[in-house]
């Protein structure tokens, strides 16, 4: 069953946004502050957010700005407000489409279904990457390059796959250990460039002169596909 998290402080409009979506048959889980949408999307791993703009605590750009550092769920962002320089600023923050209130239940659920649907594609064109000669296998955690095959390891493949989803971004070493590895098993900078190291070992023809995982001083690793 697929999961849908609300932030959304109206206890009226979250408990109907609740019922139409359980309705369509997702499990919902609905949180009232800003700071608690960005722990659920980790801790809850949602498969979509519908998101409040005018949240008691912080505003709904921000908690999308901060989802979306960290995460690629489908971000419906709710608001009353329908000028377009609302719109053009939630989708710069990473909102992937917009409802204004008030809505039809029909729209509302179009809207939900065509997000999944989109994500559900991506995820299928994440398991065969091309990165330059390589074609990178995340679901078998492997590396192809002409008649070599390299594996992967888990962390390798957790490594990849969020370089991948910032391509041509920075992302910085923290945001590697958090997201890859966890606060919980006390990793730290070395680790994450020893495995730098290793994809790039199994991704570059010349690994001591990379092309494809290049390092950002001072902030940390960018992909290049």
């Not at 960005?38 to 703009?53: G, H, K, M, T, V």
């Not at 608001?79 to 719109?87: E, G, I, L, M, R």
């Not at 991948?164 to 250990?177: C, G, K």
């Not at 997201?179 to 098993?185: A, C, P, R, Y």
């Amino acid at each position: 069953m697929q999961k849908i998290l609300v932030i959304e402080d109206e206890k009226e409009m979250a408990r109907g946004l609740k019922d139409i979506l359980e309705y369509d048959g997702y499990e919902v889980v609905t949180v009232e502050t800003g700071k608690e949408g960005i722990q659920a999307a980790s801790r809850r791993e949602p498969d979509c957010i519908i998101l409040d703009l005018m949240l008691p605590d912080i505003s709904g750009y921000e908690v999308c700005e901060q989802i979306r550092r960290k995460h690629r769920i489908p971000i419906l962002m709710l608001t009353a407000k329908s000028q377009d320089h609302d719109k053009i600023r939630g989708f710069k923050v990473g909102a992937d489409d917009y409802l204004t209130k008030p809505f039809s239940v029909g729209e509302l659920s179009a809207r939900v279904m065509a997000l999944l649907r989109r994500h559900g594609q991506y995820a299928q064109e994440m398991d065969l990457i091309r990165i330059g000669p390589n074609t990178v296998d995340v679901k078998h955690f492997i590396i192809l390059r002409g008649e070599k095959e390299y594996s992967m390891s888990h962390y390798e493949v957790e490594l990849f796959k969020l370089l991948y989803s910032h391509a041509n971004q920075p992302v910085t070493r923290d945001e590697i250990l958090d997201k890859v590895w966890g606060t919980d098993n006390f990793p730290t900078n070395r680790t994450v460039d020893n495995f730098i190291v290793k994809l790039r070992k199994k991704l570059e023809e010349d690994y001591r002169n990379p092309r494809h995982i290049l390092t950002i001083y001072g902030i940390g690793y960018k992909l290049s596909p």
